[in-house]
C-alpha cells in the first residue's frame, strides 16, 4: 500500500514546499527535458543521470513508487457512466516530491529499469482486478496501464502476463494495455507475435496519442490494436476549430471502419463532450470527468 508521506500529501493538495496553493500538471503533461538530468526547476538544481539512476533503482528497491487513477466514461444521452480507470504511475521521490512521468520514465527506458517498474504497475493492477471480482459496484470497471514500448518486443512478456494473470486471478478481459505512437516497427514479427498472445489470453490494446506521430495508419493496419485513444491535442479546440474538428470526425470514422473502439482525451468541457456525442464517439476521459486520484491496492 502506497506511503502517505508528507510529500504526498502536499502535492495530492496542490501545495508547494512553502504551502502556497499550485495548479494541479495534466497526467502526463510534457516536461521540457527528457529527464531530471536535463532540469532545473523549482525543486532545486538539475540531477546529474548518474545520480538519478542510483535514486531509480532505490525506488524500485524501496516501492516509492504509487498509482493514480483517472476515469473513464460512456456517454449515452444526459448519462455519464465510469466504466474504468486509466492508472497512471508517479514517483513518491523523497525530496522531489511527487514526480510525473516525463520526469523519469525516458531515463527509465535507456537504463531498462522500466521493466521493474512497469510490471510492478501490471502486477498492482491484476490486484485490484482481482480483488473486484466480487465486489457488485467495481466489478464491471475495466483498468488499463500505459506500457513502455520495450516489453513489445520482448518475446517472453505474453509469458509473464499470463502468468500474473493466473497467479493472482485476474480476470484478464479487464484489462487493457496502452501502447504510444513511439512503438517501433523494426521488430514487426516480435511486436505482433507478442501483441497476438496478448489479445489470445482475452486483454484490448490500446494504441494511445493516436494522430500524433508518423505511423498511426501503419501501426493500426499492421498490428491487432483494439481501441485508439484520440490525443487531447485535437480534443482541446474543440468543437471550434475547424480543422481539429475535421480531424477529429475522420479518426471515429476510421476507428468505426476498422471495428476498433475509441476514446478521446483531455475532455475538459461540457461543449467537447456534447460534439463528441454527436460525432459518434461516446467514450471519453479527461479533467470534466475526473481529475487522478490516488489508488491503493
Not at 36 to 58: F, N
Request: glycine share 6%; net charge negative.
Amino acid at each position: 500500500m502506497p506511503r502517505l508521506t508528507a510529500r504526498l500529501l502536499s502535492s495530492l493538495l496542490g501545495t508547494g514546499p512553502n504551502g502556497r496553493q499550485q495548479g494541479p500538471a495534466p497526467p502526463d503533461s510534457p516536461n521540457t527535458g527528457c529527464d531530471m538530468a536535463e532540469q532545473s526547476g523549482r525543486d532545486g538544481p538539475r540531477m546529474d543521470r548518474h545520480v538519478l539512476d542510483a535514486e531509480l533503482e532505490r525506488a524500485i528497491t524501496l516501492q516509492q513508487f504509487v498509482l493514480f487513477a483517472q476515469p473513464q466514461v460512456a456517454i449515452c444521452g444526459d448519462t455519464v457512466m465510469v466504466t474504468g480507470h486509466e492508472l497512471l504511475v508517479r514517483w513518491d521521490h523523497p525530496y522531489r516530491g511527487l514526480l510525473l512521468p516525463p520526469q523519469f520514465i525516458c531515463r527509465a527506458e535507456e537504463t531498462g529499469v522500466v521493466q521493474h517498474i512497469d510490471m510492478w504497475m501490471l502486477e498492482q493492477t491484476c490486484r485490484l482486478l482481482s480483488g473486484w471480482k466480487n465486489d457488485p459496484q467495481r466489478a464491471h470497471l475495466r483498468l488499463s496501464v500505459n506500457l513502455s514500448r520495450v516489453h513489445f518486443r520482448d518475446p517472453a512478456f505474453a509469458a509473464r502476463v499470463a502468468a500474473l494473470l493466473h497467479d493472482l486471478d485476474a480476470p484478464a478481459h479487464r484489462l487493457t494495455l496502452e501502447i504510444t505512437e513511439t512503438l517501433p516497427l523494426d521488430d514487426l514479427e516480435v511486436t505482433q507475435n507478442t501483441m497476438r498472445h496478448l489479445r489470445h489470453l482475452g486483454l484490448a490494446l490500446s494504441l494511445d496519442d493516436f494522430g500524433t506521430g508518423f505511423s498511426s495508419l501503419s501501426l493500426i493496419q499492421q498490428l491487432p490494436f483494439t481501441e485508439i485513444k484520440i490525443d487531447r491535442i485535437f480534443v482541446r479546440e474543440l468543437p471550434e476549430n475547424r480543422r481539429s474538428a475535421a480531424i477529429v470526425k475522420n479518426m471515429i470514422r476510421l476507428a468505426q471502419a476498422l471495428d476498433l473502439d475509441v476514446i478521446a482525451e483531455g475532455v475538459e468541457t461540457r461543449s467537447q463532450m456534447l460534439w463528441l456525442v454527436g460525432n459518434n464517439c461516446r467514450a471519453a476521459q479527461g479533467f470534466l470527468f475526473g481529475r487522478p486520484e490516488l489508488m491503493t491496492v
